[in-house]
């Protein structure tokens, strides 16, 4: 009885009645549902929401050639840009030769696959296909044709022109669907007025006809003079419109009121006081705002910096909620910059904001949408807060918002931040499972995350390490393999004293000494201007690596190269090292080695050096040759003295 009541307090009228409703269907027709329309792949969406996610697996693009799957940033965006280049070639012979293909490439015939036609006459065009033209939004040839008619159009296909005009205004290509392109091609802000006369025409023109024919004609000038940044242009227009009391629609507002903060700069009064203008002007007229007004109007908050910010933002909200406008994730961005700037509360405010929106699925409803995520994300690390991050990613992959990750750089920008988090909040354990599940098939790491990874891996033992240096040196070596002081770096961390004698992981690092010496001898040789000269205690760390792995003549070569090679590195092997090695080529009877060390010693003036010869001395395999060029080396009377004070 309890749990009814429970249940019942829980249920709202509207579900009590359904629930009664349905209880008494022995008096009710069979009803027949409304077909829904389906698109030709929903079954497959729905079907991939059955299939866990494969973190390991790669993008479906690259499934063409296994063997050439980009692995680096550059490749990446090498690959997007030849692959769009492939497919524009193809559209420029299918255009510029349609010649070749006097048949249709398809049954039944697809529009995208037809060559567009070429017009010369008047005789071959008409206003019908003008629209169609311009509802494919080229506006080259639009304007082509509809200089070809003469200008002899209606108004209606007057003003939709005009639109196309206004609207991709100094656009190189409004036709683009480049999606790989687009992805790696950062988009400008500002943008120049062109078309000038055939907009001025067709303005003058149609704002001399019926009022809403004049109305429309002002409303598409002034958002296309906003969105191309001819502010005070836009600006005196709405005023004239005002005066001649013209109608506007919501979206010339929302241009109008994005605006502001460019044309009153840092007067923040003003600004505020044309926010509430523009604001009055919508309430007035009785036009219902939208998400895009509330978005704007808190823009401007934000930028105009007063101490009652918050206030005015707080109301703002409150009446946009009381007119149930859902807010968007560009919403949420500015109230995160408008509540968190200079705030004792700015963490829980910040906390508040991503519990509101819990696992929401959120549709692309402004521009600035795109930033929340990049922005949120930067929120978590900077106050390292992981579960905040976590529950920021965990919204990132509902639904469709990671449609909402709009570029390349944007994308970047947010995993930089996620992997920083994680590092700074987690065991080494911890955080390798999550970068194994991320890169490189979701993200390839920046130089930059890379190198913070190693500063963090020094803080922990040489024995945590080894687990996991081998799959750091690998990714660092594919992904990041012309940096060659953060490979230098993790070699630093490759320790071979500490590992069993029968491991393998002596040979992956011995590997990787090799492959840096490799890579500082091409670079000596590639930028004998521009080289910086190495640290020799480096060089001394990957002779030593290979020594104890075994591989004498390659540790040899090293020392070799860098002791007869002195200038190009600087003097930093110290005293232990020297010793180290010293010992190391004796016990493994490597005479050369022993020697090269000595040399080393002799010319940076190590002490002990009589000690390290008279032990050279002393050794039974010691040649004839060895003995004389030790003689040379340190003098006689050194060895002689060094054998009376052992003697006595």
């Known amino acids: 009885m309890n749990r009814l009541r429970y249940?019942?307090?829980?249920?709202?009228?509207?579900?009590?009645?359904?629930?009664?409703?349905?209880?008494?269907?022995?008096?009710?027709?069979?009803?027949?549902?409304?077909?829904?329309?389906?698109?030709?792949?929903?079954?497959?969406?729905?079907?991939?929401?059955?299939?866990?996610?494969?973190?390991?697996?790669?993008?479906?693009?690259y499934h063409d050639d296994p063997y050439l799957i980009p692995l680096k940033k550059t490749e990446h965006r090498v690959f997007a840009l030849s692959y769009e280049s492939g497919r524009k070639a193809a559209k420029w012979i299918h255009n510029e030769h349609r010649d070749l293909f006097p048949k249709h490439l398809s049954e039944p015939e697809i529009e995208?696959?037809?060559?567009?036609?070429?017009?010369?006459?008047?005789?071959?065009?008409?206003?019908e296909i003008l629209l169609r033209i311009i509802?494919?939004?080229?506006?080259?040839?639009?304007?082509?044709?509809?200089?070809?008619?003469?200008?002899?159009?209606?108004?209606?296909?007057?003003?939709?022109?005009?639109?196309?005009?206004?609207?991709?205004?100094?656009?190189?290509?409004?036709?683009?669907n480049s999606r790989l392109e687009e992805w790696f091609t950062t988009k400008q802000d500002k943008y120049l007025w062109q078309y000038m006369s055939e907009i001025n025409e067709l303005f003058e023109f149609l704002k001399t006809q019926d009022s809403s024919t004049a109305a429309a004609a002002y409303n598409t000038i002034i958002c296309g003079l906003a969105k191309h940044s001819r502010i005070n242009e836009a600006w005196l227009l709405y005023h004239e419109c005002k005066e001649k009391d013209i109608p506007l629609n919501i979206t010339t507002y929302n241009y109008l009121l994005m605006r502001i903060p460019e044309l009153f700069g840092h007067k923040s009064e003003l600004q505020i006081e044309h926010l509430f203008d523009v604001l009055n002007a919508i309430n007035k007229k009785r036009i219902k705002p939208n998400v895009r007004t509330l978005n704007a109007a808190l823009r401007v908050i934000r930028f105009s910096q007063l101490k009652n910010g918050e206030d005015i933002a707080k109301r703002l909200l409150m009446d946009f909620k009381r007119m149930n406008i859902k807010f968007s994730l560009a919403s949420y961005y500015?109230?995160?910059?408008?509540?968190?700037?200079?705030?004792?509360?700015?963490?829980?405010?910040?906390?508040?904001i991503l519990l509101s929106i819990g696992n929401e699925s959120f549709s692309i409803q402004d521009p600035m949408d795109n930033t929340f995520f990049k922005h949120a994300m930067y929120i978590a690390s900077t106050y390292m807060d992981r579960e905040a991050g976590d529950m920021i990613h965990k919204l990132l992959l509902t639904g469709d918002n990671y449609k909402l990750i709009s570029s390349a750089a944007t994308e970047n920008v947010y995993y930089v931040s996620y992997i920083s988090l994680v590092l700074s909040t987690s065991t080494l354990d911890e955080f390798f499972e999550f970068y194994e599940k991320l890169v490189p098939n979701i993200h390839v790491p920046t130089k930059r995350t890379f190198q913070d990874i190693v500063e963090h891996f020094k803080h922990h033992s040489s024995a945590t390490l080894m687990k996991y240096l081998p799959r750091l040196w690998s990714d660092i070596n594919t992904l990041c393999f012309t940096d060659?002081?953060?490979?230098?770096?993790?070699?630093?961390?490759?320790?071979?004293?500490?590992?069993?004698?029968?491991?393998?992981?002596?040979?992956?690092?011995?590997?990787?000494?090799?492959?840096?010496?490799?890579?500082?001898?091409?670079?000596?040789?590639?930028?004998?201007?521009?080289?910086?000269?190495?640290?020799?205690?480096?060089?001394?760390?990957?002779?030593?690596?290979?020594?104890?792995?075994?591989?004498?003549?390659?540790?040899?070569?090293?020392?070799?190269y860098t002791i007869e090679e002195s200038d190009l590195f600087l003097p930093t092997m110290n005293e232990k090292q020297v010793n180290e090695l010293f010992e190391s080529y004796i016990s493994e009877k490597c005479i050369l080695g022993a020697f090269l060390i000595l040399k080393y010693s002799v010319n940076s003036g190590f002490p002990h050096i009589v000690k390290m010869a008279t032990e050279l001395l002393n050794l039974p395999q010691l040649t004839d040759a060895y003995r004389k060029e030790l003689i040379n080396l340190v003098g006689a009377e050194a060895l002689n003295s060094s054998n009376t004070e052992k003697s006595n």
């Open 484 to 560: 060659l002081p953060l490979k230098l770096k993790v070699l630093s961390l490759m320790k071979m004293d500490v590992l069993p004698a029968a491991s393998p992981l002596k040979t992956i690092f011995m590997d990787a000494a090799w492959d840096c010496w490799e890579a500082i001898q091409k670079e000596i040789k590639t930028k004998q201007e521009t080289y910086t000269p190495l640290e020799n205690s480096t060089i001394a760390c990957i002779a030593t690596m290979l020594l104890h792995g075994g591989r004498i003549k390659e540790s040899i070569e090293v020392l070799t």
């Open 112 to 127: 995208a696959f037809t060559p567009l036609s070429t017009y010369t006459d008047k005789s071959q065009v008409s206003e």
């Open 334 to 352: 500015y109230i995160m910059l408008i509540f968190m700037e200079e705030n004792k509360n700015a963490h829980a405010n910040f906390v508040d």
């Open 7 to 61: 249940l019942l307090d829980r249920t709202s009228c509207v579900e009590l009645k359904r629930l009664q409703s349905s209880l008494s269907v022995s008096n009710s027709k069979v009803k027949i549902p409304a077909r829904i329309q389906r698109g030709p792949t929903d079954i497959l969406e729905a079907l991939e929401q059955t299939i866990p996610k494969d973190f390991n697996n790669i993008s479906y693009l």
């Open 135 to 176: 509802s494919k939004c080229i506006v080259p040839d639009a304007l082509h044709i509809y200089k070809l008619l003469d200008y002899n159009v209606s108004n209606d296909t007057k003003q939709i022109l005009l639109e196309l005009l206004c609207f991709y205004n100094n656009e190189i290509n409004s036709q683009n």
